[in-house]
């Protein structure tokens, strides 16, 4: 995959704990006449997106609650602590942004007469190879000014993530299908499991256009467009004695990313980062499904339409919604040991798929592949 020139920053403000932001804000206000606080963390639903192409920059806005008579100086800190207990309560995995990318002995000033000022907080283009990073930031100790800190407005998150750009294969069924390896018996038993992928289809004009086929029986994970009904422009999964339907609403040559959770009781499938309907199968035979093998656009003549498809993940553990959409569009650690397996599909060239998590399900085209599509970005 070729290196990426853009980078999201998403603005999250650490809304986690009531500690850090709301249980002291009106006492605080009540108790002085002034403070310092950062500007984004006046507002829970900020978020920022900066494309990059040499560098990006933040800017964190430090200001007064009023003007003063005098220079404000206040020291720009980076706190590990902060991102750990924010991961911990949010069940995200972000890693801190290396020290060597960080300024040391940073510090703002607000002139005297002003009510802000700006840091700008430069971050070089670099690779993630699948870690989403982020900047914990807090204001930490007033240099000048007889001002204090903001306790419930002083602490922030920034996080990094690159969006991908990738290539992917153009597929089609009736041509062949791609398999992984081991071909059967991976001898795999979860409780819970999610499969996630971006599809595009250039038409809905057959049915049984099966993009995913695993297991058998009360194991049975069987996921395709369209069933015996018109039009076949919905998705359908069967699974552990069951199946569920979205809506009939799926637009030609549209990306897609669908998501299939099982959390040992509930089948929910997210469309797009969004829960999209849900149903409960029986539960399979002694409360654990079996994964022998996976096969992706495998069934043959029905699958008439081109199938462009990417990024496809599987779990072992039932992924939240908010994971879902907050790595949808971004490189997941391939390192993560909930995979099974992570077929990026971006080589760009070729007949084989990588699983990147070394697991050993590589996977290879049977006939399948017809064609490999270039700079792929799926939040455009």
Not at 195 to 211: C, F, H, P, S, T
Not at 298 to 321: H, I, L, P
Not at 355 to 371: E, I, Y
Request: charged share 20%; proline share 4%; aromatic share 12%.
């Amino acid at each position: 995959m070729k290196i990426m020139k853009y980078i999201y920053l998403s603005s999250l403000m650490i809304a986690f704990s009531t500690v850090f932001f709301m249980g002291c804000e009106n006492a605080e206000y009540k108790a002085q006449t002034n403070s310092l606080y950062i500007t984004d963390a006046a507002d829970i639903a900020t978020a920022a997106t900066i494309t990059m192409d040499d560098g990006a920059d933040i800017n964190v806005v430090v200001r007064l609650a009023q003007k003063v008579t005098e220079d404000v100086e206040v020291e720009i800190q980076f706190v590990p602590e902060l991102l750990t207990e924010y991961n911990t309560i949010s069940g995200t995995e972000y890693e801190v942004l290396p020290a060597n990318m960080l300024p040391q002995n940073a510090t703002v000033t607000i002139p005297a007469g002003e009510i802000s000022a700006n840091y700008r907080l430069h971050v070089n283009d670099f690779a993630t190879n699948g870690i989403t990073y982020a900047i914990p930031l807090v204001l930490g100790n007033v240099i000048k000014g007889d001002v204090t800190k903001s306790k419930a407005q002083s602490k922030f998150i920034y996080v990094l993530a690159k969006p991908l750009n990738v290539s992917a294969p153009v597929l089609r069924g009736n041509a062949g299908n791609v398999s992984t390896l081991p071909a059967t018996d991976w001898g795999i038993t979860v409780d819970a499991w999610t499969l996630e992928a971006w599809v595009r289809m250039d038409g809905y004009k057959k049915n049984n256009q099966a993009i995913f086929t695993s297991g058998s029986g009360d194991h049975e994970i069987y996921i395709r467009f369209g069933d015996a009904n018109k039009p076949y422009n919905y998705l359908q999964i069967k699974t552990l004695g069951g199946q569920k339907q979205t809506a009939s609403d799926l637009e030609v040559n549209t990306w897609y990313h669908w998501a299939f959770v099982y959390n040992g009781t509930t089948l929910t499938i997210y469309k797009n980062g969004k829960q999209e309907t849900f149903f409960d199968p029986p539960a399979p035979k002694g409360g654990n499904v079996r994964i022998d093998y996976m096969k992706i656009v495998d069934s043959g003549s029905y699958f008439q339409n081109n199938c462009t498809m990417s990024q496809v993940r599987f779990w072992k553990v039932a992924r939240t919604e908010s994971e879902i959409a907050n790595n949808m569009y971004f490189e997941v650690n391939p390192k993560n040991p909930n995979l099974i397996a992570l077929w990026p599909m971006d080589e760009g060239e070729g007949t084989a798929f990588r699983d990147a998590t070394g697991n050993g399900h590589d996977a290879t085209s049977n006939g399948a592949l017809q064609k490999w599509e270039h700079n792929i970005r799926f939040d455009k």
